[in-house]
């Protein structure tokens, strides 16, 4: 692969912001790429903004970071770094966005005064993270991590022109058709050598393509009665199952030699994640009664791991992903709305029974 570098666009109010702005620079230097922002470049004849969006124009990404100000206002009612966001959305450069976890905690000095003023920063904001990933930071520190994952993040999901050493691309290009012939040759020798067979791979499931499950019945015994929970069917999605799976699955890891290895619970895993599901769609404390079948939790837990929401060779059993998901379904909408019981009943029913009926 080439070795590309990428122009980084920063943009904010520039007053309030002076030492995150030179953070944010160092970070994109240390990352291999080139920041790009107003403060780079000697002061030009042309118009100020005409000047900005030929900069923009060039560049690969663009880190937007809003904290306490909204900025001095242009002509048409836009402070320039309200419109250097919309020319960036314009343009479709991808946008980085970096909001300030806490407007309130932020100092007067670089807040707005006005109720115009902080009207004006509300809508800016609203209009910046809709439709679109933000990143939240308190400390200059937390902002420099910030940039750095979500450029990463970048490069990896929306790849861009970038730079390449003229140098090398020659030289890249021989190697890569060097490689891919390599490649070809290796897969010929196994070919002729074993002849084997290809079996193709069935496609995996959309994650929001529904399914349906069968909930079983578990049974509680106390003093002097039994609870027993009843078996239904439930619909849904492969992701919105997923949050239950998460929060109640029973593992724990281990490290030997350096390598990570897990342990599951499956038989509680099993009762917690049933139990679960009948209590989201219930509203009752259905705790150890009810329960999926094994052959449910292998199903669930295979399509996670094919889609990189489980791994086996970390310290924790979930990606950071899979973490991240989770959090972010169950703030969206209520795990209850999300299933559906297409057969049977959720209840729980209690028989209660003589102590002096025990042999004892």
């Not at 529904?210 to 009665?225: A, Y």
């Amino acid at each position: 692969m080439h070795s590309k570098r990428y122009q980084v666009f920063i943009s904010s109010t520039f007053e309030d912001l002076r030492e995150e702005r030179r953070a944010v620079q160092d970070t994109v230097i240390s990352a291999g790429d080139f920041p790009v922002q107003m403060e780079s470049f000697p002061a030009a004849e042309v118009d100020q903004f005409a000047f900005i969006k030929s900069l923009i124009d060039q560049c690969d990404y663009y880190v937007l970071i809003i904290a306490g100000r909204y900025g001095s206002v242009a002509e048409d009612g836009l402070s320039y770094t309200h419109k250097e966001f919309r020319y960036a959305v314009l343009k479709r450069v991808p946008i980085l966005l970096m909001l300030h976890e806490d407007l309130g905690a932020i100092s007067a000095d670089k807040s707005e005064d006005t109720d115009e003023g902080r009207k004006r920063l509300k809508q800016f904001i609203d209009e910046a993270q809709t439709g679109r990933l933000r990143r939240t930071w308190g400390t200059i520190d937390e902002l420099k991590l910030r940039v750095r994952e979500a450029l990463d993040y970048a490069k990896a999901t929306k790849p861009r022109t970038g730079w390449v050493r003229g140098d090398s691309v020659a030289r890249i290009e021989t190697l890569e058709e060097l490689n891919a012939v390599r490649r070809e040759n290796d897969q010929f020798r196994k070919a002729l050598g074993k002849l084997e067979i290809y079996v193709p791979l069935p496609e995996i499931p959309a994650a929001d393509e529904e399914i349906e499950i069968d909930i079983l019945p578990g049974e509680v015994s106390g003093f002097s009665q039994i609870k027993r929970g009843s078996t239904f069917k439930l619909k849904g999605t492969w992701v919105s199952f997923f949050p239950i799976f998460f929060e109640n699955l029973k593992w724990q890891s281990n490290d030997w030699n350096g390598s990570w290895y897990h342990t599951i619970d499956q038989d509680g895993s099993c009762v917690a994640i049933g139990s679960a599901l009948a209590g989201e769609v219930a509203a009752i404390d259905a705790s150890q009664l009810f329960k999926i079948s094994k052959g449910t939790f292998e199903r669930l837990s295979s399509y996670y791991q094919e889609i990189g929401l489980m791994t086996e060779d970390e310290e924790s059993l979930f990606t950071e992903t899979a973490k991240r998901l989770s959090r972010r379904h169950r703030i969206s909408c209520g795990a209850a709305s999300q299933f559906a019981v297409i057969d049977g009943e959720v209840k729980v029913t209690v028989e209660a029974y003589d102590i002096d009926d025990i042999p004892f």
